[in-house]
């Protein structure tokens, strides 16, 4: 039980355009969905908080804009990274939290790397 | 808001050694506490987590400690192995599990 799914795997995209990536709790409602990004040996970074039909909580030094993120079902979780730029490159993993009654783990997607043109 | 600093950065031990990591967290609202350990391009793998009501946990070969007035837990691994090699997370999260930071990694290598 608790797998998190993340589509694509791997995409390389051209400068200024968008991609979306998606994240399925596959056997669990997931209330609460976190969006990271990982550099090469770095930690996780939160980027942002969403939970189900409610407006995503983005850390400080994230741009809303640039990265949207809806979480419009109870498995189911896309973040669109806006007009890429080669900056953007970099591992992005989301992970899913239960619903109630959770006792607060998170299950990991296997990330999405995005390499920009 | 958190802020949660992990040691060492880069840990190498004998196989069959212990490998000790120790984290520590500024707010203390936070009261849940897992550990991660994720391979080269793989996704974190919870590996063992504690809360604020217990101050040590053990699984097999793996431990945690918490410290909740100082503030800062430890995960142990006694009797360590080559696959035991990864960079390993210690995280720290509230209740509600809306806020969840993480350490900034301990690369830990076991040396056959």
Not at chain 1, 5 to 19: A, L, R, Y
Not at chain 2, 56 to 74: M, P
Request: charged share 20%.
């Amino acid at each position: 039980g608790a797998v998190v799914s993340q589509h694509p795997s791997w995409v390389i995209c051209k400068s200024g355009t968008s991609v979306k990536i998606e994240c399925r709790s596959l056997d669990f409602q997931a209330t609460t969905m976190f969006w990271y990004r990982q550099f090469p040996k770095q930690s996780l970074m939160l980027m942002a908080t969403s939970n189900e039909g409610s407006k995503a909580t983005y850390e400080q030094g994230v741009e809303k804009d640039k990265f949207l993120i809806n979480h419009a079902s109870l498995t189911l979780s896309t973040l669109t990274v806006t007009s890429a730029h080669p900056e953007d490159s970099s591992f992005y993993i989301c992970s899913a939290r239960g619903g109630a009654g959770a006792r607060g783990e998170q299950f990991f997607g296997p990330g999405t790397r995005l390499t920009v043109l | 808001g958190e802020n949660v600093e992990q040691h060492p950065s880069t840990l190498s031990v004998q196989e069959g050694d212990s490998a000790v990591i120790k984290c520590t967290y500024s707010d203390s609202a936070s009261n849940y506490f897992p550990w991660y350990k994720q391979e080269l391009g793989k996704r974190p793998q919870l590996i063992i987590d504690i809360r604020s009501n217990v101050g040590e946990k053990k699984d097999q070969r793996i431990a945690v400690t918490l410290n909740k007035t100082a503030k800062h837990f430890s995960l142990h691994i006694t009797e360590t192995q080559p696959e035991d090699s990864a960079v390993y997370f210690c995280a720290a999260s509230t209740h509600t599990g809306n806020q969840f930071y993480f350490g900034t990694g301990t690369s830990l290598t076991v040396i056959p």
